[in-house]
Structure formats: structure tokens, C-alpha cells
């Protein structure tokens, strides 16, 4: 089994989480913004629609993992994985792949190790999550400016637990791209259309946002009371 070091600690592979709260929206945005934001990588965005890209906005408590207890918060995008030919369309969504484009978190132990093993874009920020409630919060806020505060209310129940096999994850850094194998067992599952509201601030971050023409009317949210992920070895693409 393959093994690093972070930060004087032995990190095992693959990396476990054994328990966690996700909460997610998935909004339609302009493909040719979401190219933009996401240039630098050098992939492109899966059109599920024509000149229709989406854009995934997630809040987690990890509550129980193999990288301590933090919260994290994601913006990321349905792409096209590298190499995929052919025309755009709608198939693009049956083998689109998940870019993760953002993804703070409030503790440094995972900011390092998220960085050095699979690559991703890991920042430290103050992520204020509250989910003991009928809705489903998260203030997230960066360099003490507000990025954004989005709510969720869930859902209608998903019947079982599963295993899910998620879209393929990419992640960009430093001139590299990788893709990095997942896998999340669920419970207590909930879906609706629409769902969620967002405000945003005044970061960067934020007008990104406001670019990609949020805040919107989510096409559907999620939310899943119990997670358990495995994260394997980067693979360099």
C-alpha cells in the first residue's frame, strides 16, 4: 500500500472518510463563461445543453477521516474528460467528468495533504456550516471578505444506500492535470429540483460567480446525512 508523508504524519492509500455530511447544488451556467474561469487548465467544459455548461457548488462535514475533521467547500464543473472527441451535446453528460476548480477548507492538515496528493486546489478559509436546522447552511468567508452564504433545504428521500460511482474528478496544479479516484457509499440521501438560495459577497470568488450568472434557480440540490468516501492515487493525465 502506497504511502506519504504530511506534515510528520504517515497518510496511507487509498485515504478513507468514514463519515461526513454533503450538501451540493448543480446550476446551468453560460458555457462560454465557464470556459473562461476554467482556461488555465486546459480542459473543457461538457455543454449538457447547447451553450450550456454546470457548475457544482458543494459544502461537507468531515466529520470522521483519515485527514482529521474539517470543513470544505467546492466549486467545480462537469467537463469533458482530456482526450474525449466527438460533437457536444447532451452525450457529453453520460462521460463528463467533475474539475474541481476551488475547494477551501478550514484546517491545515488537509490543505497540505489535499495539495501534495491529488492536487487540489485547496486554500484556508473560514467555512461556517450549520446543519442542525430544517434548511442547510454554509457562510463561507475568505481573507474576511464574505464569498458567499448559500442555503439548501432538503429534499425528498432516496430509497437505500449505495455505492455511488461519482463523475471521474480532475484537478489542475502547478502545469499538472490528474485524475483522481473516488468512490462514496451513501445514506439518508435526499433530492429536489431547485432547493437552494445563495447571496453573494464581495470576493473574487464571488464575482466569478456573478459571471457565471448566479445567483440562479438551481436545476436540482442534494443532500446526503451520511458519507463515506475513498480517495486512491492521482494519476497524472
Same mark, same amino acid.
Given at each position: ?14 485515504? @478513507?472518510?468514514?463519515?461526513? %455530511?454533503? &450538501?451540493? $447544488? ?28 454546470? &457548475? ?11 485527514? /482529521? $475533521?474539517?470543513? %470544505? ?7 469533458? =474528460? ?23 477548507? /478550514? ?30 447552511? &454554509?457562510?463561507? @468567508? ?38 483522481? =479516484? ?25 464575482? %466569478?460567480?456573478? %459571471? ?5 434557480? $438551481? ?7 451520511? $458519507? ?10
Amino acid at each position: 500500500m502506497a504511502s506519504h508523508l504530511i506534515q510528520g504524519r504517515t497518510v496511507g492509500m487509498p485515504v @478513507r472518510v468514514r463519515d461526513a %455530511e454533503v &450538501c451540493g $447544488a448543480f446550476y446551468p451556467v453560460r458555457a462560454d463563461a465557464a470556459r473562461a474561469v476554467i482556461a488555465y487548465s486546459g480542459l473543457d467544459v461538457a455543454e449538457v445543453l447547447p451553450g450550456k455548461a454546470v &457548475c457544482v457548488l458543494l459544502f461537507i462535514d468531515y466529520r470522521d477521516g483519515d485527514l /482529521d $475533521a474539517y470543513h %470544505e467547500f467546492g466549486m467545480a464543473f462537469l467537463i469533458r =474528460p482530456p482526450g474525449t472527441t466527438g460533437s457536444k451535446g447532451p452525450a457529453d453528460l453520460r462521460q463528463a467528468g467533475l474539475f474541481v476548480h476551488w475547494l477551501p477548507v /478550514d484546517q491545515a492538515f488537509t490543505l497540505e495533504a489535499g495539495r501534495t496528493l491529488w492536487g487540489f486546489p485547496k486554500e484556508l478559509a473560514d467555512i461556517d456550516l450549520r446543519l442542525n436546522s430544517p434548511y442547510k447552511r &454554509c457562510v463561507l @468567508r475568505k481573507d474576511g471578505r464574505l464569498v458567499l452564504d448559500m442555503l439548501i433545504k432538503p429534499g425528498v428521500p432516496v430509497p437505500g444506500g449505495a455505492v455511488v460511482a461519482p463523475f471521474a474528478a480532475y484537478t489542475h496544479r502547478e502545469g499538472v492535470t490528474r485524475r483522481v =479516484p473516488w468512490s462514496v457509499r451513501v445514506r439518508g440521501a435526499r433530492l429536489r429540483a431547485g432547493g437552494a438560495l445563495i447571496r453573494l459577497g464581495n470576493h473574487p470568488i464571488a464575482k %466569478e460567480l456573478s %459571471e457565471l450568472g448566479l445567483p440562479r434557480r $438551481a436545476t436540482f440540490t442534494t443532500t446526503v446525512s451520511h $458519507a463515506q468516501l475513498t480517495f486512491g492515487e492521482a494519476l497524472e493525465t
